[in-house]
């Protein structure tokens, strides 16, 4: 097997057998909803639906890039695929790299088998696509049916990994120069480390039509590099919780929210805060069944979206929540006045 294969199939068995989250969390326990005790509305017609680069979903909810260049992964991606084709979500995959350098690998990606209509995000790393020719990346995108791309940043992971690709130079001219040539839209995603609001303005000029802002709170690529082995240690709790970075961001473009996203609650909070869409990496990757986890996350959502009396995501969207503790003290340091968001 080749390093990246075998790095991918590690990763997934640390997530699994080892505690690898973030100590401080996302910031959704900071945010709480203005409890509305007269709805005047029937939960049962309550509308999550949503939609996504044109396409209707049943929910702004997604199973995140995770996986794939390995045997197993090949089970592991057709599983979760099919879970969210059942759900009407938008699906991602890990990252390509592993079968741009070796095609044969591209088995291990392929889920249309199992999804035909489900909406697939393909993924390629930042650092990668400055060494990669663009028909190569075409043709990987292609050979997975891909809908979008997630070109992923993960400057904190190469930076602690032993044999981490620590040169980022030129990755906002390769993201405009692809974003020319591909036909499907592209997401800039962090993989855990948050994006902040000048990033997101950057990205933005470069072509990105959409961010994934994945922040900090969830799972920990550092604690995960760490327990692979001689990192660069002390970066264990570095980056923007997530629930800081929607509110940067929200202004400068449409969000995913992700990074310690656990429940249909905190992706309900997500979207109060900004965001379009809430996705979830983690859980999914380690429920026994991640399709009755999905339908678990939609019904989490339709009632904090029944008891704050909202008919759908644009009202939810506007709806009164506080913030407090220290995502607030967070928040005042970047001039965010937090007290708008429950006087609304
Ligand atoms: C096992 C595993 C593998 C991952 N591999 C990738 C990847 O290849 N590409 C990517 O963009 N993100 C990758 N991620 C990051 C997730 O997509 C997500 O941004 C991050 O884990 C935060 O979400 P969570 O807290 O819900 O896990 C991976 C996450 C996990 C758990």
Redesign the pocket.
């Known amino acids: 097997m080749g390093k990246i294969q075998s790095r991918k199939e590690e990763?997934?068995r640390i997530?699994l057998e080892e505690d690898v989250q973030y100590a401080r969390g996302p910031g959704f326990s900071d945010i709480e909803f203005l409890h509305n005790s007269v709805p005047e509305l029937d939960m049962g017609k309550i509308d999550i639906g949503t939609s996504f680069f044109g396409r209707k979903m049943d929910a702004p909810l997604i199973i995140?890039?995770?996986?794939g260049g390995y045997p197993k992964a090949k089970e592991i991606n057709k599983r979760l695929a099919a879970a969210a084709a059942e759900h009407n979500v938008p699906f991602?995959l890990?990252?390509q790299r592993a079968m741009v350098e070796n095609p044969i690998l591209t088995q291990t990606y392929a889920v249309r088998d199992v999804a035909p209509d489900v909406f697939i995000i393909g993924?390629i790393g930042a650092a990668q696509i400055a060494h990669y020719p663009i028909a190569k990346i075409k043709s990987a995108l292609e050979a997975i049916d891909a809908n979008a791309l997630?070109v992923?940043l993960?400057a904190l992971q190469e930076a602690v990994q032993p044999e981490g690709d620590r040169n980022f130079e030129g990755v906002l001219h390769a993201i405009s120069r692809l974003s020319d040539s591909l036909k499907i839209p592209i997401i800039a995603?962090?993989?855990?480390a948050g994006i902040c609001a000048d990033s997101a303005v950057r990205l933005k000029n470069a072509g990105v039509q959409m961010l994934?802002v994945?922040g900090s709170g969830?799972?920990s690529w550092s604690k995960v590099e760490y327990l692979r082995g001689k990192p660069v240690e002390g970066f264990e709790e570095w980056g923007i919780p997530t629930v800081v970075s929607i509110v940067s961001c929200a202004h400068h473009l449409p969000l995913i929210a992700?990074?310690?996203?656990r429940s249909g609650l905190d992706a309900a909070k997500a979207i109060a805060l900004g965001a379009k869409m809430a996705?979830?990496?983690?859980?999914f990757?380690a429920a026994k069944n991640p399709a009755d986890e999905m339908g678990k996350w939609k019904m989490q959502l339709r009632t904090a979206m029944f008891l704050s009396g909202c008919a759908n995501l644009e009202k939810l969207g506007k709806s009164r929540i506080f913030v407090t503790g220290r995502t607030k003290q967070l928040l005042e340091c970047l001039r965010v006045d937090v007290s708008e968001y429950a006087m609304r």
Request: charged letters at 10%.
């Open positions: 990763h997934v997530c995140d890039g995770m996986t991602g890990g990252s993924n997630a992923h993960n995603k962090e993989t855990g994934n994945s969830g799972t992700s990074g310690g996203v996705a979830g990496a983690h859980p990757l």
